[in-house]
């Protein structure tokens, strides 16, 4: 505040003076005039003055107000001036604080023979002293051999830099490496006047520790460029003149490198013409590029070729790696044709081949994958798994196609058809990493047949085992239609036998849901009777059903089915009896497939029945004979004996052993001993030693 009444006292302190001094002077002026000069009173005096003097008067009190305007007007010049040379100054300072290099303005020191012997640092800015490490407490205004010694003592004699700046106005520039700092510096030394120098100091420590980097990189860059086995060329991006070729690309061209160097680069390894480069000019990227290099012999060499533009130093180059890929193309010719052949194999397995990606679509799949599922092959890459997958979820064959690895699995499962079939297929798949995506082999093997195989080996082996555990007829029907239920739909399942005595249909098994068991009935014109007549199967849906009927060849009996299916009971070509299945519902049909299965197993069925009946039959007639013998096995009336050796003549008059004759007229068994007196008879060497021989010695 102080400051500012100070500052309006000075300027307005002129204009008041003049003022003041003009108005003294009219009241000094009027007062001599009424005191000394005239009379009368004052007001007379101030009212009637003399023309001449009035004028006078007028002019002094001018002058001396238009001399305090004058020093107003000056002071204001004077404070403008004040003001741009402060501004001018705070410029300065700020642009001197805030150099990026450190600056330093100092005064030599000389001897009386104008010899340089020290320096005072007289001002520095923050740079400069966060360059050196040094605080302006500790060198502003100190002699450098007291506050910095080690700069005087160094190696670099900076005392005589210093001086020839000051002295000889010699500016110096040079590159310092600083122990005591540990740090590269760019120094500058120039005097604004004589006897004192200002030095400009910059931290290059970072820039020299880049441009080593950068030296080791090149020089390894080269050294790698040596070592590899492509052909690297480097080109300068204006003119197209090679500046660098390893040895070999030399190599492949044939030439020494110095041949190679500063030509233009279409006379090897490009064949554009100038003004048409690739690159500067179509702005064309080549990466992995097939192309070709001329070599001295003007042979096309196939490469394969990468064009990088890049800065090398200052220049704009392109570096143009390559490597000669004639082998390659071989191999490739090579591989192809392999690959052409293991299509043609793949196309001609009786397996289904389908690649699966890992989002589930086809990647790849062979012709009779295609045909297993009734699809052409162009329909088949539309697809994914779950599209004909049937007996797995689409989230569980995700799971799987995430868990398969190269190890693979097997399993069975179910496909659709195109026409919404359904079959058997045994799989066996394993993962593999195609261009970093994971791909599933999966090899498809239609297992129907050999399922129906191993149905019917498992039908027929049961139906023998049935047969052979069954008590009775009845017993061994209802397991051959178990067994038959397996392969198929029997809700409607009967045995009929013909009764050849008396020309009659048997029914001993029936199993409907419309109609009743029949009883024993002659024969007449059904279905049942027909396939009896023609020895044959027979699967008549209803349009065959009529067109028989209309024929003649057959009368409806029963309840009309949807589908029936007959086989004959045979041993040779002797025909005993029927076995039907028959539906009466749409969703339960038959074909082919079941008509031949039904007829594959019949002769077994066939077999079974009359091995059973004969069994049946057997144990019947056993039961008789034993009934039988019961009542012969009982000895009566006379039977004649040899008094000599005890043989009995039998009813053809031969004389037989007891034993033989008694097992045969009756159920006794017999053990074979020897009584006493025989064995003492027979025997006397065993008995010669004892004594008291009694009756009760027994020896067997």
Not at 448 to 466: C, F, G, H, P, V
Not at 642 to 655: A, E, L, V
């Amino acid at each position: 505040m102080f400051t500012k009444i100070k500052s309006f006292i000075i300027e307005y302190l002129a204009i008041f003076t003049g003022i003041l001094f003009g108005l003294a002077f009219w009241i000094v002026d009027i007062l001599i005039d009424v005191f000394m000069f005239k009379e009368g009173t004052l007001k007379e005096n101030l009212i009637s003055p003399e023309p001449m003097e009035i004028y006078f008067r007028m002019i002094v009190g001018t002058m001396f107000v238009a001399f305090g305007v004058y020093n107003y007007f000056i002071s204001l010049k004077r404070k403008a001036v004040a003001n741009k040379l402060a501004e001018t100054n705070r410029e300065y300072r700020a642009l001197f604080d805030n150099m990026l290099n450190g600056l330093a303005y100092c005064q030599l020191i000389t001897d009386e023979l104008n010899n340089p012997v020290d320096f005072i640092l007289l001002e520095a800015n923050p740079v400069y002293y966060n360059i050196t490490g040094l605080t302006a407490d500790r060198v502003l205004g100190q002699r450098a051999s007291a506050a910095t010694p080690w700069i005087l003592k160094g190696a670099i004699d900076w005392l005589d830099i210093y001086g020839r700046a000051a002295l000889k106005s010699e500016e110096t520039k040079m590159e310092v490496y600083s122990k005591h700092l540990d740090k590269w510096l760019l120094v500058s030394v120039y005097s604004p006047a004589q006897g004192f120098f200002v030095t400009i100091t910059e931290d290059i420590t970072e820039r020299k520790r880049i441009d080593s980097v950068l030296r080791e990189n090149q020089e390894r860059t080269e050294a790698i460029f040596e070592a590899v086995h492509a052909g690297i060329l480097v080109i300068d991006r204006e003119t197209h003149t090679i500046i660098y070729a390893n040895k070999q690309a030399a190599l492949m061209i044939g030439v020494p490198v110095n041949d190679i160097l500063n030509r233009k680069c279409n006379k090897f390894i490009c064949t554009a013409s100038d003004g048409a480069c690739p690159i500067t000019d179509l702005h064309q990227t080549i990466d992995n590029s097939e192309k070709c290099v001329i070599n001295v012999k003007g042979e096309m060499i196939p490469i394969l070729k990468t064009v990088t533009p890049t800065i090398m130093g200052e220049r704009e180059v392109l570096v143009e790696s390559f490597v000669d890929i004639s082998e390659l193309k071989q191999a490739e010719l090579a591989l192809n044709a392999e690959a052409i052949r293991r299509r043609i194999l793949i196309d001609q397995s009786r397996d289904g081949i389908v690649v699966l990606a890992q989002d589930g679509s086809v990647y790849e799949s062979n012709r009779r994958f295609a045909e297993m599922l009734g699809f052409l092959p162009e329909e088949i890459k539309q697809l994914h798994v779950w599209d004909w997958e049937f007996q797995h979820t689409r989230e569980q064959v995700i799971d799987m196609i995430r868990n398969v690895d190269e190890t693979g699995d097997f399993f069975e499962t179910r496909h659709r058809r195109k026409d919404g079939t359904i079959f058997d297929v045994e799989i066996s798949t394993n993962g593999a990493i195609f261009e970093g995506d994971k791909l599933i082999f999966c090899v498809c093997r239609d297992s129907t047949e050999r399922k129906q195989n191993e149905a019917l080996q498992s039908a027929i082996y049961k139906i023998s085992e049935i047969s052979t555990t069954a008590e009775n007829l009845l017993e061994l029907y209802s397991g051959i239609h178990m067994v038959v239920d397996e392969m198929m739909s029997t809700t409607n399942f009967y045995i009929a036998l013909y009764n050849e005595k008396e020309d009659r249909l048997d029914f001993p098994y029936f199993v409907d849901e419309r109609d009743a068991s029949p009883v024993s009935r002659p024969l007449k014109k059904g279905l049942t009777e027909y396939v009896l007549r023609n020895k044959k199967p027979l699967l008549a849906p209803p349009m065959v059903q009529r067109k028989m009927a209309d024929a003649g060849e057959i009368e409806m009996v029963g309840t009309p089915s949807v589908d029936w299916m007959g086989v004959p009971l045979n041993i040779g070509k002797t025909i005993f009896g029927v076995l039907v299945v028959q539906s009466y519902r749409e969703e339960v049909r038959f074909g082919a497939r079941e008509i031949s299965t039904l007829n594959f197993i019949s002769d077994n069925i066939a077999a079974a029945i009359l091995r059973k009946k004969a069994e049946d039959e057997r144990k019947r007639l056993v039961k008789e004979l034993q009934e039988s013998l019961n009542n012969i096995k009982t000895l009566k009336g006379l039977v004649p004996i040899c008094s000599s050796c005890k043989k009995i003549r039998n009813d053809s008059g031969y004389w037989q052993q007891v034993e033989v004759y008694v097992a045969e007229h009756t159920e006794a068994d017999f053990s074979h001993g020897i009584c006493d007196e025989c064995a003492h008879k027979l025997y006397p060497q065993y008995f010669k030693d004892k004594k008291n021989k009694t009756q009760g010695d027994e020896v067997g």
